[in-house]
């Protein structure tokens, strides 16, 4: 492991000095003590897993009959749009109500504080309908269900965008 030589004498006369003393360590049970643990370590480890989300979508009904009449005073609309802004308004959309149409994004005191509201979480029966507009991102869908889970919203639906839906963000945005 550890050996200490000794440094000879020179055989000259004269004065003595004391014998100078280096040490040496042999390092190689320690690399193979390292290379033992990481091979160990790599081995017994387990990767973690993707996570993914369930959604179980809706049978799409047959007959107009069986579909559920929405209350306006129950629905929340959410449309993703182009360059990962977001747009709310409560209501069904119907421009003859003219809701209010509000622009926030994807913070924690963004969308997550609305869906948070009182008017949201003491409603029961409230329907968030998400919207996604063509020039939306996947990765703003997985945000907005990311939002929907971490605030417990019980009731909601991806909706496909309405004419309507396009107007009100064309009034909000003045294009």
Known sequence: MAEIQEKGDSGKGGKKRA???STHLDMTPMVDLAFL???FFMLTTTFSKPQTMEI???VKPETEEEQIALKASNAMTIILGEDDKLYYYFG???PAENPEVIE???S???IRKVLLSPRIKS????TVMIKPMEESRYKNVVDILDELKITDTKKFALVEITDNDKQLIQQKTGQ
């Open 19 to 21: 014998k100078k003393m």
């Open 37 to 39: 643990l990481l091979t």
């Open 56 to 58: 179980n979508m809706p």
């Open 92 to 94: 069904l959309g119907d």
């Open 104 to 106: 926030s994004d994807y």
């Open 108 to 110: 924690a005191s963004g």
């Open 123 to 126: 409603n029961e029966k409230m």
